[in-house]
T-cell receptor
Framework: GQQVMQIPQYQHVQEGEDFTTYCNSS?????IQWYKQRPGGHPVFLIQLVKSGEVKKQKRLTFQFGEAKKNSSLHITATQTTDVGTYFC?????????FGKGTTLSVSS | ETGVTQTPRHLVMGMTNKKSLKCEQH?????MYWYKQSAKKPLELMFV???????ENNSVPSRFSPECPNSSHLFLHLHTLQPEDSALYLC???????????????FGQGTRLTVV
């Protein structure tokens, strides 16, 4: 069945450093979505990418969708303590969303 | 407030109990989902309803039984659970199901279930 892999599983950074999480799908996706889950919270939608090679930005966050529509990345520039949480990618290929395991980001000041 | 409300927020039940989780969405969405989130696994899709019909058949034990009486409500009936079923159960809704757009998921806050 369709699988979505996400790396790394954990990442610790100093405040001000950059952070990147990568997502790879075993199948071509119609779209990919990114979610953030704060500790003790629930996943919250961040963004959706649909087009091959698409790049979208939200302030310090940059999202990319690969040319083959099988991989994606989320890059955070100059992390802040408010960025802590788990970032999930979720891919869709004609079925309901399949989530990656997530990358848990911790930030020390 | 996401527009998706789950009750109860916490539940402790014995292995012989029967309980139900409730989810209500106020967003006018056509699709609703149950996900299981445990410590060492990704969000596991359990059930999908689109326009009140169950549309995906994942490998979920029969001790979990979903019900979707209308487009705004979703239940998960639990009976004779095992300790390994302890997890966070998340309900979500989306405007549409399995489309290129309008599928962003809005999650409820979840029910933290402990089976003793």
């Amino acid at each position: 069945g369709q699988q979505v892999m996400q790396i790394p599983q954990y990442q610790h950074v100093q405040e001000g450093e950059d952070f990147t999480t990568y997502c790879n799908s075993s199948t071509t996706l119609s779209n990919i979505q990114w979610y953030k889950q704060r500790p003790g919270g629930h996943p919250v939608f961040l963004i959706q990418l649909v087009k091959s090679g698409e790049v979208k930005k939200q302030k310090r966050l940059t999202f990319q969708f690969g040319e083959a529509k099988k991989n994606s990345s989320l890059h955070i520039t100059a992390t802040q303590t408010t960025d802590v949480g788990t970032y999930f990618c979720a891919g869709e290929a004609g079925t309901a969303l399949i989530f990656g395991k997530g990358t848990t980001l911790s930030v020390s000041s | 407030e996401t527009g998706v409300t789950q009750t109860p927020r916490h539940l402790v039940m014995g292995m012989t109990n029967k309980k139900s989780l409730k989810c209500e969405q106020h967003l006018g969405h056509n699709a609703m989902y149950w996900y299981k989130q445990s410590a060492k696994k990704p969000l596991e899709l359990m059930f999908v309803y689109s326009l009140e019909e169950r549309v995906e058949n994942n490998s979920v034990p029969s001790r979990f039984s979903p019900e979707c009486p209308n487009s705004s409500h979703l239940f998960l009936h639990l009976h004779t659970l095992q300790p390994e079923d302890s997890a966070l159960y998340l309900c979500a809704s989306s405007q549409d199901y399995a489309q290129a757009t309008n599928t962003e998921a809005f999650f409820g806050q979840g029910t933290r279930l402990t089976v003793v």
